[in-house]
């Protein structure tokens, strides 16, 4: 069976001969930060894993977790999960870097966090601001059904402690790679998911990445369009039920 899949895979494509002549216009470059200037900011503690787990415990302890005790994580916790997952790491001739690599270096992925229960911050949406290291609060209260609803009911997004999910700005990319872009975003937010996995592992927490979503669901809860910006996968973390 063939379909839009399958007819995206061979149109972008790249062959000998038959390469994109695209010029790229750098005035009309995209901002490769999303700031809310209006929210209210949260500033996240500086946070050094309390022992250190080799990669090699780490990838052959990482597993899908999808039962949670009902405990809380800390904002050092979810500070350390944000930034190992995608926050800056190093600035080279003024250009700054990340945890996790993205095609050209134009990080489509923004990441929201629905927190259910982190100690000493408030129940709601927060988005990452990935410039600052802080979480600009979007929303306030509960919102475990929500989150639960737009995962098809899948019950691990209420129980976790909190919902990480993954939207893509796909102008940021496509200025640079037309449609082939889409290829590398969904890569990009795979390498963050992966990071964000490794690291609740060396803490000693369980996540479980998730793509069973409705789109737009997801969407309307984070208060993106689905069309310049939409949710692109999601995870959880918590502490495992042992
Ligand atoms: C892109 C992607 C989407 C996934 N979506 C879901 C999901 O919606 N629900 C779920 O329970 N697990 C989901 N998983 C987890 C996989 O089921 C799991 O990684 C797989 O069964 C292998 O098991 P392991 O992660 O424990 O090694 C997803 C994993 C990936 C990489």
Redesign the pocket.
């Known amino acids: 069976m063939k379909g839009t899949g399958d007819r995206f895979q061979h149109e972008t494509k790249y062959e000998p001969g038959r390469m994109p002549g695209h010029q790229l216009i750098w005035e009309t470059k995209p901002d490769l930060y999303k700031e809310y200037p209006e929210a209210l900011k949260v500033e996240l503690p500086s946070f050094e894993p309390s022992r250190t787990m080799s990669l090699d415990q780490a990838l052959k302890q990482?597993?899908?977790v999808?039962e949670f005790q009902p405990k809380s994580i800390s904002k050092g916790q979810l500070s350390y999960l944000l930034w190992a997952s995608t926050g800056i790491q190093r600035v080279e001739e003024g250009y700054a870097f990340r945890t996790a690599p993205s095609a050209g270096a134009l990080y489509p992925i923004e990441t929201y966090v629905v927190a259910n229960n982190v100690r000493t911050l408030e129940a709601g949406l927060y988005h990452y601001s990935i410039r600052t290291h802080q979480l600009e609060q979007l929303q306030s209260g509960d919102l475990r059904r929500q989150i639960a609803a737009a995962?098809?009911g899948?019950g691990?997004c209420a129980t976790a402690s909190a919902v990480f999910v993954w939207s893509a700005v796909f102008e940021r990319c496509k200025w640079k790679y037309g449609q082939r872009a889409y290829r590398y975003i969904y890569l990009d937010a795979?390498h963050i998911?992966e990071n964000l996995a490794l690291a609740a592992v060396s803490l000693n927490l369980g996540s479980?990445?998730?793509?069973?979503?409705y789109d737009g669901q997801a969407n309307t809860i984070v208060g993106v369009d689905g069309v310049e910006e939409s949710v692109v996968?999601m995870a959880v973390v918590g502490v495992p039920l042992l």
């Not at 479980?208 to 979503?213: F, K």
């Open positions: 990482r597993k899908s999808r995962a098809l899948q691990m795979g998911a479980c990445a998730i793509g069973a979503l996968c």
